[in-house]
């Protein structure tokens, strides 16, 4: 009340000045009193500013931004770089998972693992390639024959579920793993089973041991492959295809480990 009325006496004074001619500089009493008058006005007498003035910046600084916010796109050479960082993210995630899941599968004595497509395979025993696939004695061998000492661990050539343990005619005692792609990996002539009808493995698990049980003349291991018709293919081009190699040097140290433990004359 009291800056009302302090606004209202100034209004007076310059209204009678104004009259006879006189013109006069607000004091700061009187800015004070036009101030104080004008914050006690109601919310709802305020008037919308003229539409056709600049528009107000939010903030200082605010006229040098772009009024649609758009960011310039980066150059050809930026964008290669950016796709050559993430290209190499990709293949750095990659590579770390397939070291893990070699070394999982190298963790229980496998002498190789390789990630074939996606796929873990694991060399399926230490031990030296004496016999490949084909006519032999006017019969076909249908498998592929690594001579080992009796016990030398036999591991799973890659994920899969047991589908046969245990006797088998011609093989004595034997593993069948069938494979996630529908494949599937014979282990015969085995000495014992370390695992279960039903039970899941993965690539690298030890499954058996090398034995000479059955139509053998010595301790080895028959290892075949078969197409999910139940076909026997040559287990060598198959592995081969895969980075397995059971005929190189990644052998020489089986080879030594096996010496005279075993036959190399024959392998049934």
């Known amino acids: 009340m009291i800056a009302a009325a302090g606004g209202?006496?100034?209004?007076?004074?310059?209204?009678?000045?104004?009259?006879?001619?006189?013109?006069?500089?607000?004091?700061?009493?009187?800015?004070?009193?036009?101030?104080?008058?004008?914050?006690?006005?109601?919310?709802?007498?305020?008037?919308?500013?003229?539409?056709?003035?600049?528009?107000?910046?939010?903030?200082?600084?605010?006229?040098?931004?772009?009024?649609t916010g758009a960011v310039s796109s980066l150059d050809p050479g930026a964008k290669v770089d950016v796709a050559n960082l993430t290209k190499a993210a990709r293949l750095g995630e990659k590579a770390a998972e397939e070291e893990e899941t070699t070394g999982a599968a190298l963790s229980h004595g496998a002498p190789q693992a390789v990630v074939y497509d996606g796929t873990t395979y694991a060399m399926p025993t230490r031990g030296q390639f004496t016999s490949g696939f084909g006519g032999r004695w006017g019969v076909t061998h249908y498998g592929i024959d690594l001579a080992a000492p009796i016990g030398t661990p036999i591991y799973a050539l890659t994920d899969g579920v047991v589908e046969k343990a245990g006797p088998a005619s011609g093989f004595g005692m034997w593993v069948v793993l069938k494979h996630t792609d529908g494949t599937s990996s014979v282990y015969g002539h085995i000495n014992r089973a370390f695992v279960e009808v039903g039970q899941k493995v993965r690539a690298g698990d030890e499954i058996a041991e090398v034995g000479n049980r059955g139509q053998s003349t010595g301790p080895h291991l028959h290892f075949e492959v078969w197409e999910p018709d139940g076909s026997k293919i040559n287990p060598l081009p198959w592995l081969s295809e895969r980075g397995i190699d059971v005929t190189g040097p990644a052998k020489s140290e089986a080879e030594s480990e096996a010496g005279s433990g075993a036959d190399d004359s024959s392998r049934a």
């Open 8 to 67: 209202a006496l100034v209004a007076a004074g310059q209204t009678a000045a104004s009259a006879f001619g006189m013109s006069t500089a607000p004091t700061a009493e009187e800015s004070y009193a036009k101030l104080a008058a004008s914050a006690m006005l109601p919310v709802s007498e305020t008037r919308t500013g003229d539409p056709t003035a600049p528009a107000v910046t939010s903030a200082i600084g605010g006229e040098q931004l772009s009024s």
